[in-house]
């Protein structure tokens, strides 16, 4: 059932809507009696398309239907929290490091040095070393002392197959 048509040019501008010259299109025969009543029927007009979304009406009566997502709607909430907390950690980074540094050069310069070792642990110490000095004197008079008996045992070995005779050296 074919009530009529209009074919209009529609202009948007922003939230307004203009119509060019409406002309009525050709109206089809109808087909019962039943659309010969509803012909004569007035179509209520369409209430106007949300801000969001655009209507255009082409010369031959075909609509198209443009529309723009939500602005909640085109980046997940996921994406954002990263965003953000990328941004927090950068500015985190820029200026706490320079703050920790600062804190850091203030606190070695209250310290005054080093510390001064008492005087107990430094006679300690110097005990402590004077026994490694003598151990290390006793260790190199017991090597001097494995030498000189390796040395004899060799010798009395030579001297021993010198005195035996020349077939039977073992």
Do not use: C, W, Y
């Amino acid at each position: 059932m074919v009530i009529g048509t209009f074919n209009a040019d529609l202009i948007v501008q922003g939230n307004q809507t203009t119509r060019g010259s409406a002309q009525p299109a050709p109206r089809a025969a109808p087909a019962t009696a039943q659309d010969a009543q509803a012909a004569d029927v007035a179509v209520p007009p369409t209430p106007p398309a949300p801000a969001h979304e655009f209507v255009f009406t082409g010369q031959h009566g075909e609509r198209t239907v443009i529309g723009i997502p939500n602005s909640n709607d085109i980046i997940p909430q996921q994406a954002v929290d990263i965003s953000i907390a990328f941004f927090l950690t950068m500015a985190l980074i820029i200026i706490g490091l320079p703050l920790a540094r600062a804190f850091a050069r203030r606190m070695d310069r209250k310290s005054g040095g080093t510390a001064p070792i008492p005087t107990e642990v430094t006679a300690q110490l110097g005990h402590l070393s004077q026994a490694v000095d003598a151990i290390a004197v006793e260790v190199e008079r017991i090597s001097e002392g494995q030498r000189f008996t390796t040395r004899l045992l060799s010798e009395q070995r030579d001297a021993a197959r010198d005195a035996l005779p020349s077939g039977t050296n073992r």
